[in-house]
């Protein structure tokens, strides 16, 4: 037995150290945070101290994108490594599919403790839904369905939501510290999702974040609208009180990454542990300045789909850096499967391994990005197509301020597609491959398609359609674009499930 004994503790011992060796990863996003609203991007009034140290001590990706420029999409592109469209999310409030493979799904095969917390907004959260966090993946949740404000209304695993008194960001960051405490008395590598509701409308901040931007009301005059957190409905504001509140949230969602980042050093785990920082789409409409990219949230161009982008992990970059290869949260999926030595899921993906950007290896990037927002008004007002998921299942429990249909709650829908026509291929798209960029409109009252092609490394702020100066790039663009798309809606007719 001695012999039998010897091995079977040198094999607990190589568990063991190989468990040491695996990097603690933590995932944020914001909701609703563009690329401009960082202190580090120099932006006039927000103040985020915290991101501005990451920035200036971990990986600055200057050029990070969105998946899509709505929610729901860029959080199916973040969990799958795949364009939302593959799995019918094609706007905020559609689900994804239950037979989608997560982030949560290769990490839990890796050894890891996965949990998720806050906005979901890809499917019910309660227990019975088989799209949530739990069905997904994760194995524990204190999570939303949609977003929230002050005093959150959340589910536990799945359980009737529950009030959790205070700051949002402050209450999301206190359940992740507690599930980070829990995986190391398991002995477990931890794996965390968290995504802020802020700073998504309506807006409301405390007292002290809310002081810091006292001088805003008097600066923007004009009228925007948003939600009003009196009523539920919408409302118009003057700009500068609305931005007053919104900077107040930025503030205290950088205020309690701060405080994610001090209990890491104060347990010993900062060193190796990979904390990632986005927004999921750009600044929304009510928020907007209007600089230094063209377009808002809900668009393809450059300001809908570029947001922040951070990574720190002392172990692998302990020398800041910065980069300006273009990365996007499809890209997540396979840097991880990388990083934790798991195979990529067996079917298309449209991000891939970016790992080199945290040593200074990959210098460029290899594969176009890709952007589409589907016309999903057209399968809502047909009616006759057969959903994905019962109904039931889709109906969430969490309330919010926002009020939809009059109703303090959201649901869910996505249904089957068995067949494919030109009208799927339309909607705003557009491809970035190297620095040039093609975007594609069509009218809403039908004709033919607006085209532009904008040089990104030198107008960055997409004022100069170059279409007729460069019109081989466009057809170029135009054909690798549409190529993509049919491969998309292949998957959306549930072809990569089929074994």
Known sequence: MKPFLTLLLSLVGLCQAAMAASPNIILMMGDDHGWEETGYNGHPHVKTPVLDEMAATGLRMDRFYAAHPSCS?????????????????????????????????????????????????????????????????????????????????LSRNGAPPEVIQGESSEVIIQETLRFIDRAREKEKPFFTVVWFGSPHEPYSGLPADLALYDDLPAKYQKKVKLTSNETGGPVQRPQGEVLRERYAEITAMDRSIGMLRKHLADKGLRENTLVFYCGDNGTSADGALGLPHRGVKGQVYEGGVLVPGLIEWPARIPQPRSTGVRASTSDLLPTLC??????????????????????????????????????????????????????????????????????????????????????????????????????????????????????????????????????????????????????????????????
């Open 338 to 499: 990388a990083l934790v030595g798991q195979p990529l899921p067996k079917r298309p993906l449209d991000g891939m391994d970016i790992s080199g950007l945290m040593d200074g290896q990959m210098s460029a990037r290899s594969n176009p990005l890709y952007f589409w927002e589907y016309n999903a008004g057209n399968l809502k007002k047909a009616g006759d197509l057969e959903p994905y998921i019962n109904p039931q299942l889709q109906e969430g429990t969490t309330p919010l301020v926002k009020k939809s249909g009059g109703k303090a709650t959201r649901d869910f829908t996505n249904f089957r597609h068995p067949e494919i026509t030109e009208e799927d291929y339309l909607g705003p798209r557009a491809i970035i491959d190297g620095n040039n960029k093609l975007v594609i409109h069509e009218p809403k009252k039908g004709g033919k398609a607006t085209l532009e092609l904008f040089d990104l490394q030198a107008d960055p702020a997409e004022k100069t359609n170059l279409l007729d100066q460069q019109p081989d790039i466009a057809k170029k663009l135009q054909t690798q674009l549409r190529q993509w798309q049919e491969g998309v809606l292949k998957s959306l007719t549930g072809a990569d499930y089929q074994k």
């Open 73 to 153: 999409p860029t959080r199916a592109s973040f969990l799958t490594g795949r364009h939302p469209n593959r799995m019918g999310t094609f706007a905020p409030g559609w689900s994804f599919r239950p037979e989608e493979i997560t982030l949560a799904h290769v990490m839990s095969q890796a050894g890891y403790h996965c949990g998720h917390f806050g906005k979901w907004h890809v499917g019910a959260v309660k227990a019975e839904s088989p799209t949530s966090p739990g069905a997904m993946g994760f194995h524990e949740w204190v999570s939303h369905d949609n977003f929230f404000e002050l005093n959150p209304s």
